[in-house]
């Protein structure tokens, strides 16, 4: 690149409404013995799975790969064993937002759930990004036009562009929540917002 140059960033981003969702969660269950925590964990666990079923989330769309147990201790009496704790981690995609209230109230609805976060992404990322980067490149052009008009000279074409980043939109995640909720409670309502995708480009422009 030895013919005169001049290098600039340029940043763009476009703003698209959300999808899809991840959804994270864990029955977590606490008893004296193991196989009771064991026991109820799964029963809890089989509950949610047949609940999302019935909502219409395919199984394809849901993860719940292990049970996890550890003993759980009084240390107010000396690291006395109190008992155990057993755990089941769920990670659900969800393709229909209109769906997602429904999932909420079926994971913390009569039983003990916990609701990690929620991370709600785009199905196909790609074109929103490519938008982005198109309007990086422009804003990189304008910055270049206004150096070059400021000192006298004639800006030419690029003779190399380089990309910044990954270019993907950053997924937008939702507040954790843990609650346990009565049957009769009002249904969650849920608002998906927008995601903005974000792109930043470094461009050397030829000099005339």
Avoid: C
Wanted: aromatic letters at 4%.
């Amino acid at each position: 690149m030895a013919r005169r140059h001049i290098a600039v960033t340029g940043d763009g981003s476009v703003l698209r409404t959300p999808d899809t969702a991840v959804v994270s969660a864990a029955v977590s269950v606490r008893d004296r013995k193991l196989d009771g925590a064991r026991d109820r964990a799964n029963a809890r666990a089989s509950e949610i799975l047949a609940a999302l079923r019935t909502i219409g989330v395919p199984d394809a769309d849901v993860q719940a790969p292990s049970l996890q147990a550890h003993p759980t201790y009084d240390h107010a009496r000396g690291t006395r064993l109190s008992g155990y704790e057993a755990t089941r981690p769920f990670s659900i995609r969800v393709r229909d937002l209109s769906q997602l209230g429904a999932i909420f109230d079926a994971l913390v609805d009569d039983g003990p759930t916990q609701v990690h976060g929620t991370t709600m992404e785009l199905a196909e990322p790609d074109g929103a990004a490519q938008e982005a980067l198109a309007a990086a490149v422009a804003h990189a052009r304008g910055r270049a036009e206004a150096l070059a008009t400021a000192a006298g000279v004639t800006l030419g074409a690029p003779l190399r562009i380089e990309e910044e980043g990954d270019g993907m939109p950053a997924p937008f995640a939702m507040r954790a929540m843990k609650a346990e909720m009565a049957a009769d409670s009002v249904p969650t309502e849920v608002a998906p917002g927008e995601i903005e995708i974000s792109a930043r480009v470094r461009v050397w422009f030829s000099l005339e």
